[in-house]
């Protein structure tokens, strides 16, 4: 079982739709989560972290569930600007840390 | 402030010559990684330095892949002898401790 893993998708909605993205993890020490964004040939670019409690930022909310070991994205009403993939990123702590990059998964909203 | 900054951010060399890639990472960060990624392809981790040790060197490919670190700030990283198959874009990010990392523009790499 691979570390990191996401559903490569594409995810293709509509303007306006919600859509949700899942992440699990194998490594019950991991400790730190994240969510990045990566435009076609461009870097990544931190997205928001997640915490335990869950956080939201304007259409965007993650949430964690440790239990279950996975971590999900939430975009409400899409824009043609949030096309893109969408990277999950678990950190372990111990002496260094080094963040897991999932494979990413696609989204297209289209008009 | 600055972000992490890598240079050449296009490099275009032959097969079988050496490169050399440069990684200028956030002031006070004291993490540094490097990662490669091919066209279509996820994120490969390369090698990670805390400070100017490198305690996991276990991505590199080959030995023709090194890298250090100087005064816990500036990074290189040498591909010797390279190869077709070495062409990708090369990242470098960098983090304090265990909070995300910033990434740098990359470095296109096209081996001929």
């Known amino acids: 079982r691979k570390e990191v893993e996401q559903d490569p998708g594409p995810f293709n909605v509509p303007e306006g739709a919600t859509v949700a993205f899942n992440c699990t993890y194998s490594n019950s020490a991991s400790q730190s989560f994240f969510w990045y964004r990566q435009d076609c040939r461009k870097e990544p670019k931190l997205l928001m972290s997640v915490y335990s409690s869950g956080n939201e930022d304007g259409r965007f909310t993650a949430q964690l569930n440790r239990a279950s070991q996975y971590i999900s994205l939430l975009i409400r009403d899409s824009k043609l600007s949030d096309s893109a993939t969408y990277l999950c990123v678990v950190t372990r702590t111990g002496g260094s840390y080094i963040p897991t990059f999932g494979r990413g998964t696609s989204l297209i909203v289209h008009p | 402030g600055a972000g992490v900054s890598q240079s050449p951010s296009n490099k275009v060399t032959e097969k079988g010559k050496d490169v050399e890639l440069r990684c200028d990472p956030i002031s006070g960060h004291t993490a540094l990684y490097w990662y490669r990624q091919s066209l279509g392809q996820g994120l490969e981790f390369l090698i990670y330095?805390?400070?100017?040790?490198?305690?996991?060197k276990s991505g590199l490919p080959s030995d023709r892949f090194s890298a250090e670190r100087t005064g816990g700030s500036v990074s290189t990283l040498t591909i010797q002898r390279t190869q077709q198959e070495d062409s990708a874009v090369y990242l470098c990010?960098?983090?304090?401790?265990?909070?995300?990392?910033?990434f740098g523009d990359g470095t296109r790499l096209s081996i001929l």
């Open positions: 990010a960098s983090s304090y401790s265990n909070q995300p990392q910033h």
């Open positions: 330095f805390q400070g100017n040790s490198a305690p996991d």
